[in-house]
């Protein structure tokens, strides 16, 4: 979908970005949460070598789109990664 200006615009549309924690993947998960696209970031926050995990790039991402949809549209919610938690929210 575009505008008429021309900006491709992804209203409606959902983005899975493997890496989102930092780089690139960063850096396409800002641009589509910013045109309009509800954003999945992904990101185990492993070393290079695959070694650990760590979430915290990852939620400063999460943390960054929430604060951009705020300033335009006011409160977001967001669906928690871990079953349980996802149980919670059907009540």
Known sequence: MTTSIGELRFDGQVAVITGAGGGLGKQYA????????RVVVNDIGGSVT???S??????AVVAEIRKMREQRYGRVRS?????????ALKE
């Open 30 to 37: 800002l641009l589509l949460a910013a045109r309009g696209a």
């Open 79 to 87: 669906i928690p990664a871990r079953p349980r938690e996802s149980l």
């Open 50 to 52: 695959g070694v650990g």
């Open 54 to 59: 760590n979430t915290e790039a990852a939620s």
